[in-house]
């Protein structure tokens, strides 16, 4: 497995594999676990190279102390991605990213709707340094295919507009969320919580569950019963629970063929995010 730091030497390896084989591309932040290595695994089924990213951007984060704590585990997350079979990951610093002669042209208006709500509503700028960021490494990695996890569902259809309106030549793969074996989903950020906590954060899993389990009914009487019976002492502070239509996070009704359930909430110190396709 090669490990690059330059985008320059990224760049030349590139330039002499495109030609001959597709390239699939995984971009992330590390502390990998096997959400990750699943993006990883479909990437090596559906292309020749896979290249995997590890970059903490900090302009997506809207809270510092997010950002200074944002776990670290490059060691090991080199040895997963070694076992995975990953052939390239570039790990470079702010200054391989950020370089001005590499900055892409952003037009925000041409997201529209998608960006400004829930996590876009919630941590202002976040979406524009994801943008910002994805694009950069897109243009470094030149990927045939690309694959995200479905785990940041809103990010997923931010990058395929992207994808869109950069008229890029990628396809998007959105892959299902890795979940623990009581249905936390897999988060970097898990680590931090503490072992009283890990126990309830099994709470967002247990609401989704419920409402899809329970859906069709009306969205606002399902997301206060799931509430009544799962947090109702408010152990988690609720951000959003909402029921949307998974192509346009437009709230749903009652008809909506696809019904997409979203969470977002915090829990001691840890923010968690979470969601689920409603199957019908
Ligand atoms: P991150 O390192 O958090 O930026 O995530 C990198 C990629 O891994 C993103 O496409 C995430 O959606 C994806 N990912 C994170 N957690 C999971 C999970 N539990 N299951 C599947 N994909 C995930």
């Not at 992330?28 to 993006?39: K, P």
């Not at 490059?74 to 610093?93: M, R, S, T």
């Not at 910002?132 to 470094?140: G, H, N, Y």
């Not at 997923?156 to 959105?174: A, P, R, S």
Request: glycine share 4%; with cysteine.
């Amino acid at each position: 497995m090669l490990v690059l730091k330059k985008a320059s030497a990224l760049k030349s390896y590139i330039y002499q594999n495109k030609p001959k084989y597709s390239i699939g591309f995984v971009p992330t932040m590390g502390a990998l676990h096997l959400g990750h290595i699943s993006l990883i695994n479909q990437a090596k089924i559906n292309c020749d190279i896979v290249v995997c990213s590890i970059f903490v951007n900090p302009t997506q984060f809207n809270n510092k102390n997010d950002f200074d704590n944002y776990p670290q585990t490059i060691e090991n997350d080199l040895k997963l991605l070694a076992k995975a079979g990953c052939d390239v990951v570039f790990v470079p610093d702010f200054n391989e990213i950020y370089n001005a002669a590499n900055s892409p042209h952003i037009n925000l208006d041409k997201f529209g709707k998608i960006i400004n709500v829930f996590e876009g509503e919630l941590r202002p700028g976040h979406f524009n340094g994801v943008i910002d960021v994805v694009t950069r490494l897109f243009l470094l990695v030149e990927p045939n295919q690309v694959f995200f996890g479905q785990k940041d569902y809103q990010q997923c259809l931010v990058v395929k507009k992207l994808i869109e309106i950069n008229n890029f030549d990628i396809k998007f793969n959105m892959c299902p969320s890795v979940r623990e074996e009581d249905g936390l989903a897999m988060s970097s950020r898990n680590i931090r919580l503490s072992s009283d906590e890990r126990k309830m954060a099994t709470i967002p899993y247990k609401m989704l569950k419920f409402i899809s389990q329970n859906w069709p009914n009306k969205p606002e009487l399902l997301i206060k019963q799931a509430i009544d019976k799962f947090n109702s002492e408010n152990v988690i502070k609720i951000e959003y629970l909402s029921i949307c239509n998974a192509n346009d996070l437009s709230f749903a009704d009652i008809n909506t063929t696809k019904p997409l359930i979203l969470f977002a909430g915090v829990l001691g110190s840890t923010r968690l995010i979470d969601n689920m396709l409603v199957e019908n």
